[in-house]
């Protein structure tokens, strides 16, 4: 495990960058479940910018009764707790939500940080034209025309210090639909002044550019280095084409491209040039593969008996259906990876052979099944992954825990992975799964922040982000896994390995990406072995327990070794930092 507070490549003399994230519309409990594992796990400093869709949240002391003047459901909003000081607020389209997760001083207290975050928002409304922002003696927030008649709030501000460890932070009113505040709220539990946003006060900027300045700002105040220049490292989901500055906010905010239908060759394209990836310079599906990516094929007679067992139970295994490169390989090693749910997938992400027809009806007896033949090649670590299964109210996550149920009752000394989806973020859809406790929890992330809309139309960044984040605070060892080779740059893989560790998560695994067909996301390059070996060092220097490299790794490769790699004994689990094995 890591013991130093220093990102890779840096000295105890350098300074620390400000991770920036700007995610998109993301779901309050998907947002805080994120920053959650973040304030918990990580040690680097995280600045999270998004915008939430319609939700009221509250602090410990709200007057619900009071404060409160709607049916929060009747206006499309939810309502949600949350840890933090202050009264109800709203966060909703418009408004950019800032959840600065920061290494303070104690002795700064959470007092001390609210004025810095205060004095941050000063700072960018003066930049943006709004030269009469400030603090309100007695009130947290910015405020315009302070001490005035027509003093009136235009950002919210609650925060919660611990341990020298800071979450929640800032909503800034952009474009924001100001009724959610004045007639449906107690804004802040402030009902004498009024609230208002920079499309009010006249100030005509984009949300893209409001970002871009509290990033710069915020780097500035949060992590500047000698000289006072701030040293920031960002990552977006996709906003806007880097050539020539077309908006992406639909790709952003989960509008954009999200058919269930079959990619062909032209939409697969043009996704990825709306994340800024040039196809026109990709490779060819006709373009040799090195000779590192030629796996070596060995039908020989485990491999053929494996085959025979799960033919024989109708079974459906991912090695097959995915077009694994190592099937041969974990084959003949008496170990593969099951498919359940069915062989039919309700998504149509752009980098994957799997089925996309309509699904049918979960098996009954698929369970039992899975069990048999798990005994019957006698496993030690069984892998069990699924299709997305969108059409099923829990997204198949109860069919997934009855599976990992029968197992145990089956061959009880076996230990189980599950590689789920993400259940469209649904909280109580993924603790059917957690409460089974599966002995890893695989969820992947797949590729960079940029491209997952791209990628992955109907999946998001932050979404997967929040299933490991859950996964960790349900206290399971987690996994997750990505592709190099779609476009990315190696300053954004070293970004996302940063994140993943910062949340906690165990294992990951890096394999290249390996276009299935012509109708299928180009291939953008083919990483080298050397390039492989450095991310494995660069992860686990962050603090991630096992990093699993190579250019044929794929999510289940070597998955018995990855997770006797972060699992010990109980007896010394106090002295050694790592996750133990449930």
């Given at each position: 495990?890591?013991?130093?507070?220093?990102?890779?490549?840096?000295?105890?003399?350098?300074?620390?960058?400000?991770?920036?994230?700007?995610?998109?519309?993301?779901?309050?409990?998907?947002?805080?479940?994120?920053?959650?594992?973040?304030?918990?796990?990580?040690?680097?400093?995280?600045?999270?910018?998004?915008?939430?869709?319609?939700?009221?949240?509250?602090?410990?002391?709200?007057?619900?009764?009071?404060?409160?003047?709607?049916?929060?459901?009747?206006?499309g909003a939810e309502l949600i707790a949350a840890k933090r000081g202050g009264d109800i607020t709203y966060h909703g389209p418009g408004q950019l939500v800032g959840y600065p997760i920061l290494n303070v001083n104690n002795?700064?207290?959470?007092?001390?940080?609210?004025?810095?975050?205060?004095?941050?928002?000063?700072?960018?409304?003066?930049?943006?034209?709004?030269?009469?922002?400030?603090?309100?003696?007695?009130?947290?927030?910015?405020?315009?025309?302070?001490?005035?008649?027509?003093?009136?709030?235009?950002?919210?501000?609650?925060?919660?210090?611990?341990?020298?460890?800071?979450?929640?932070?800032?909503?800034?009113?952009?474009?924001?639909?100001?009724?959610?505040?004045?007639?449906?709220?107690?804004?802040?539990?402030?009902?004498?002044?009024?609230?208002?946003?920079?499309?009010?006060?006249?100030?005509?900027?984009?949300?893209?550019?409001?970002?871009?300045?509290?990033?710069?700002?915020?780097?500035?105040?949060w992590a500047a280095d000698a000289e006072g220049r701030g040293v920031a490292e960002r990552q977006d989901v996709a906003w806007k084409h880097p050539a020539d500055g077309r908006d992406l906010a639909a790709f952003s905010?989960?509008?954009?491209?999200?058919?269930?239908?079959?990619?062909?060759?032209?939409?697969?394209?043009?996704?990825?040039?709306?994340?800024?990836?040039?196809?026109?310079?990709?490779?060819?599906?006709?373009?040799?593969?090195?000779?590192?990516?030629?796996?070596?094929?060995?039908?020989?007679?485990?491999?053929?008996?494996?085959?025979?067992?799960?033919?024989?139970?109708?079974?459906?295994?991912?090695?097959?259906?995915?077009?694994?490169?190592?099937?041969?390989?974990?084959?003949?090693?008496?170990?593969?990876?099951?498919?359940?749910?069915?062989?039919?997938?309700?998504?149509?992400?752009?980098?994957?052979?799997?089925?996309?027809?309509?699904?049918?009806?979960?098996?009954?007896?698929?369970?039992?099944?899975?069990?048999?033949?798990?005994?019957?090649?006698?496993?030690?670590?069984?892998?069990?992954?699924?299709?997305?299964?969108?059409?099923?109210?829990?997204?198949?996550?109860?069919?997934?825990?009855?599976?990992?149920?029968?197992?145990?009752?089956?061959?009880?000394?076996?230990?189980?992975?599950?590689?789920?989806?993400?259940?469209?973020?649904?909280?109580?859809?993924?603790?059917?799964?957690?409460?089974?406790?599966?002995?890893?929890?695989?969820?992947?992330?797949?590729?960079?922040?940029?491209?997952?809309?791209?990628?992955?139309?109907?999946?998001?960044?932050?979404?997967?982000?929040?299933?490991?984040?859950?996964?960790?605070?349900?206290?399971?060892?987690?996994?997750?896994?990505?592709?190099?080779?779609?476009?990315?740059?190696?300053?954004?893989?070293?970004?996302?390995?940063?994140?993943?560790?910062?949340?906690?998560?165990?294992?990951?695994?890096?394999?290249?990406?390996?276009?299935?067909?012509?109708?299928?996301?180009?291939?953008?390059?083919?990483?080298?072995?050397?390039?492989?070996?450095?991310?494995?060092?660069?992860?686990?220097?962050?603090?991630?327990?096992?990093?699993?490299?190579?250019?044929?790794?794929?999510?289940?490769?070597?998955?018995?070794?990855?997770?006797?790699?972060?699992?010990?004994?109980?007896?010394?689990?106090?002295?050694?930092?790592?996750?133990?094995?449930?």
């Open positions: 495990m890591r013991d130093d507070r220093f990102s890779w490549g840096q000295t105890p003399t350098e300074t620390a960058p400000l991770r920036v994230r700007w995610l998109g519309s993301v779901p309050y409990r998907e947002a805080l479940a994120v920053q959650t594992s973040l304030f918990e796990h990580g040690i680097d400093q995280h600045l999270l910018l998004l915008e939430h869709p319609h939700v009221f949240t509250y602090g410990r002391t709200t007057d619900l009764t009071t404060n409160l003047k709607c049916e929060p459901a009747a206006v002795v700064l207290g959470a007092t001390g940080h609210v004025c810095g975050v205060e004095g941050l928002i000063i700072d960018v409304l003066i930049e943006l034209g709004v030269p009469n922002a400030s603090r309100l003696n007695g009130y947290a927030g910015v405020w315009l025309d302070a001490g005035t008649a027509r003093e009136r709030k235009i950002c919210a501000i609650g925060v919660r210090l611990k341990k020298g460890r800071t979450m929640h932070g800032f909503a800034l009113n952009v474009t924001t639909d100001l009724t959610y505040m004045r007639d449906h709220i107690v804004p802040c539990g402030i009902g004498d002044k009024p609230v208002t946003s920079l499309a009010e006060e006249g100030v005509d900027v984009s949300m893209a550019d409001v970002v871009d300045v509290v990033a710069r700002l915020a780097a500035d105040r905010r989960g509008e954009g491209p999200g058919e269930q239908v079959k990619l062909v060759s032209a939409r697969a394209a043009g996704r990825l040039e709306a994340a800024g990836v040039d196809v026109a310079a990709g490779l060819s599906i006709e373009t040799r593969k090195p000779d590192w990516l030629r796996p070596k094929v060995n039908l020989g007679p485990e491999v053929l008996e494996l085959k025979k067992t799960v033919r024989s139970l109708d079974l459906v295994t991912v090695c097959e259906d995915a077009g694994c490169p190592n099937l041969s390989d974990c084959w003949s090693d008496g170990t593969a990876t099951f498919m359940v749910l069915g062989e039919r997938c309700t998504r149509a992400c752009g980098f994957c052979l799997v089925d996309t027809r309509k699904p049918m009806l979960p098996a009954d007896d698929e369970p039992a099944r899975v069990a048999e033949a798990i005994d019957r090649m006698a496993l030690d670590h069984a892998v069990l992954t699924m299709v997305a299964r969108d059409d099923l109210a829990d997204g198949g996550m109860a069919h997934v825990a009855a599976c990992v149920e029968a197992i145990r009752c089956r061959r009880p000394s076996a230990n189980i992975e599950t590689l789920i989806s993400d259940a469209k973020g649904d909280e109580a859809s993924l603790e059917l799964l957690f409460a089974s406790r599966p002995d890893v929890m695989n969820h992947n992330v797949e590729t960079v922040a940029r491209l997952q809309r791209a990628v992955r139309p109907s999946a998001g960044y932050a979404r997967s982000l929040s299933v490991l984040a859950r996964a960790k605070q349900a206290g399971l060892i987690t996994k997750t896994g990505f592709m190099a080779g779609l476009g990315e740059t190696d300053d954004e893989i070293v970004g996302l390995l940063a994140d993943i560790a910062n949340l906690g998560v165990d294992i990951v695994t890096i394999g290249q990406y390996l276009r299935p067909t012509s109708n299928h996301l180009p291939i953008a390059r083919y990483a080298d072995p050397a390039e492989f070996d450095r991310w494995k060092q660069i992860g686990e220097s962050f603090g991630i327990g096992h990093v699993e490299a190579s250019p044929l790794t794929r999510s289940s490769y070597h998955a018995k070794q990855a997770s006797d790699a972060v699992t010990v004994p109980v007896a010394v689990a106090a002295a050694v930092p790592v996750s133990i094995s449930l």
